[in-house]
């Protein structure tokens, strides 16, 4: 006999996966060996059943596949959080394998005429509201597989999908690569004015962690920001600045070595591809067919609409910045690389407030506990670091949520820093979902809450920046609309069949407890005196707020817009089209448009290898939802029990159950309104 396979011993006795001792060499097996028991099951309950029922076809299902995906999610998280060259080809070759199950199972027209039986029989009535709605889920994602098509055109789509996850892997493959290939070694101080000590210190231990003396930076966020901040040396900052918004491309110092160019073409055609033989005109007209927005003319006026009203803001605080360069610093040609290092020295200059004074405010040690003790108050549940529990990395930790009534709700783990090897941004994903098992036992929800905020330095806490707060907030937002969910039915549990433009509202909610002083006095305390935050200082940073609010905002729709119009407006090998149609959004909605080389959209993983395909105006879309859903704790009090009892019980709780404007109206008892967002960003 051969050894356990840790994978396959974990999915089956449903345990949280024993990080430590995955090796690549156990994905393949484990997958295979799930897959081949899943097609087996299948075959037998189609072929053992007259009368298919719930109990005698789709729980059974949902627990295969629930089993596959317990499985996978150590893997594909490992993949992005601990990147090896053997965990990235186990993880590649597993690709075409999933791929294919999942279109088999799409496609199978035997089980789709069982769903319809179901959905058509006297039974599917007294079944619950998240069974029915997988039902219905169901049906609809048989059609959006290709079960209506022919056998030659069912095959092609089967190759596109394998097509489009090697893609899709490649792309975040190449941004990481082109990331950590990258950096600059500083051995002179002098070059280095400007910078904070903070930011001086990360260099150091950075340079030290490779045994070099000086500094190194690189470009992983938390540096590469640093210095386009701060750094005085403008040459500096533009060689940073030209390194990040190369990365993966054509141009800049490895230009070609880890070229996203042609992937990206590739991933547009056979997305464009794929919705023509689903019948749909375009890859956009696909992503709304389980989107709450309708149509595209809905979406493309609704960012147009806050593009036509943000923009005046957004000239203005152009204007002011040039203008603040020149008379302050006699700079007359504000490039793209002076944008942020200028926009700290007008902030200090306006509001007497930079972002470093308010760090040695939010040290990890009382940021974490404040967060914690915020939802507390909001909806009574208690939040407890497990030592012992099994990590991927020695910075993670382990914690569980408990209820008023001490019962437990989930559990997750919290990987907060940057570092080598893992990939860049923050998110939040799915480790276990909540289900009633079929023995009557409750599975837990588990979630990663993944961050790529600053480490500590020497023995201090990780003092992180108030936008890091903020990211560690939204973050945890997702992570509570997994856990908190009381939904049984995995298919609907949590975030599972949450319209996609409507799984960004708790995590853009979450983020507004971050400005409020009675929250902050849970969540700031400064490192080494154990003070809150001074009125003072706090008046500051509040009346900064919204400093570069219209530039911000137009900064999402340039991007909203970019993702969604290149997707609607697809035209088949037409040269250069996705730089065509980047300059074309910028031309109309930005107020700044940046240096011919810069290759932003190489680096968009979220729109090309993430879920956001014509769907990064998710974020503003929900963010309407966020904004007034939140206005209600404005009018009611920010801790107020009883609306945070409210949201907890018609949003969070909910999963996909329901459509999520239902769920809306009925937490803020009508339609959401637009003015909370243009008033919370000083738009209104
Ligand atoms: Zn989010």
């Known amino acids: 006999m051969s050894t356990e396979n840790p994978l396959l011993t974990m999915s089956e006795k449903s345990i949280l996966p024993p990080f430590r001792h995955i090796s690549p060499e156990h994905v393949q097996p484990a997958l295979e060996s799930i897959i081949e028991s899943n097609r087996k099951l299948l075959k037998s309950l189609l072929k053992n059943n007259k009368q298919y029922t719930w109990e005698n076809l789709i729980q059974p299902l949902e627990d295969a596949d629930d089993c596959l995906g317990r499985m996978w999610s150590p893997v594909s998280h490992m993949n992005s959080v601990v990147n090896s060259d053997e965990l990235r080809d186990a993880y590649n070759n597993c690709l075409p394998l999933l791929s294919e199950y999942s279109t088999e199972m799409g496609q199978n027209v035997e089980l789709y005429q069982a769903y319809q039986a179901i959905k058509d029989s006297a039974e599917f009535k007294k079944l619950d509201q998240a069974q029915q709605k997988i039902i219905n889920n169901g ?16 095959k092609r789509f089967r190759e596109i999908r394998q097509q489009l996850s090697k893609l899709t892997s490649k792309y975040e493959e190449n941004v990481l690569d082109a990331t950590q290939a990258w950096s600059k070694h500083i051995t002179d101080e002098s070059l280095l ?18 045994d070099l003396t000086g500094w190194l930076f690189t ?72 989107k709450m927005a309708e149509t595209p003319e809905q979406v493309l006026s609704f960012l147009q609409g806050l593009a036509k009203r943000s923009q005046p803001m957004a000239k203005k605080e152009l204007t002011e910045l040039t203008a603040f360069a020149k008379k302050e610093h006699g700079v007359t040609d504000i490039a793209a690389w002076d944008v942020p ?4 020295k007008l902030r200090k200059h306006t509001f ?22 915020v939802v507390k108050r909001l909806y009574g549940i208690t939040i407890n670091k497990v030592d012992e529990i099994e990590t991927w990395h020695d910075d993670v930790h382990f914690y569980e949520i408990r209820d008023e009534k001490n019962v437990l709700r989930g559990q997750f783990y919290l990987d907060v820093y940057a ?54 907030f939204h973050e945890f937002g997702h992570g509570l609309h997994h856990m908190l969910t009381q939904v ?52 500051k940073m509040y009346a900064a707020k919204n400093f570069q609010a219209g530039m911000q905002m137009l900064r999402q729709i340039e991007f909203s817009l970019f993702d969604f119009r290149m997707y609607l407006e697809y035209i088949p090998e037409s040269k250069d089209y996705i730089q065509k149609m980047l300059d074309e959004v910028r031309s109309e909605v930005s107020v700044l448009i940046p240096p011919s080389y810069n290759r932003f959209q190489h680096g968009f993983s979220h729109i090309f290898a993430g879920g956001y395909a014509a769907g990064y105006y998710s974020y503003k879309w929900a963010e309407v939802l966020s904004a007034d859903a939140f206005s209600l704790f404005e009018e009611k009090g920010i801790f107020d029990s009883e609306t945070g009892e409210a949201f907890l019980s018609c949003v969070l709780e909910q999963g996909g159950t329901k459509e999520p404007m239902e769920l809306f109206k009925k937490f803020r008892g009508r339609e959401p309104d637009i003015d909370a967002l243009l008033r919370h960003s000083g738009i209104a």
Request: aromatic residues 10%; proline residues 5%; contains cysteine.
């Open 139 to 154: 049906l609809r994602d048989f059609h959006l597989s290709g079960i209506d098509l022919a056998e030659e055109k069912k």
């Open 193 to 210: 004015v400007g910078l904070p000590e903070s930011a001086l210190a990360m260099a150091q231990q950075a340079a030290q962690a490779k």
């Open 219 to 290: 470009l992983n966020f938390p540096s590469y920001y640093a210095v386009v901040s701060y750094a005085d040396n403008r040459e500096l900052r533009e060689e940073m600045y030209q390194a990040y918004s190369t990365r993966a491309s054509d141009q800049g110092p490895n230009a070609g070595k880890w070229d996203n160019s042609d992937v990206m073409n590739d991933i547009l055609a056979l997305r464009y591809e794929v919705a023509q033989l689903l019948g749909f005109k375009n890859y956009a007209e696909r992503s709304l067919a389980t």
């Open 341 to 344: 290092y200028y926009g700290e």
């Open 352 to 373: 007497d407030f930079s972002e470093e004074d308010v760090k040695p405010y939010f040290p990890e040690t009382k940021v974490i506990p404040g967060m914690f003790a």
């Open 419 to 472: 570092r080598d090897k893992k990939r860049g941004g923050a998110w939040m994903d799915d480790c276990q979902g909540r289900k009633r098992n079929a023995d009557g036992s409750l599975q837990i929800p588990v979630a990663y809450l993944t961050c790529n905020l600053t480490q500590p330095l020497g023995d201090d806490p990780a003092l992180f920046t108030h936008d890091e707060v903020t990211t560690l």
């Open 488 to 539: 049984e039915h995995i298919g609907v549990s949590g975030i599972n069949g949450v319209a996609w433009d409507a799984v960004e509202l708790p995590s853009q909610f979450m983020e507004n407890w971050c400005w409020e002083r009675e929250a902050l006095d849970l969540i700031a305390a400064h490192y080494q005196t154990g003070e809150p935050i001074p009125e003072a200082l706090f008046n």
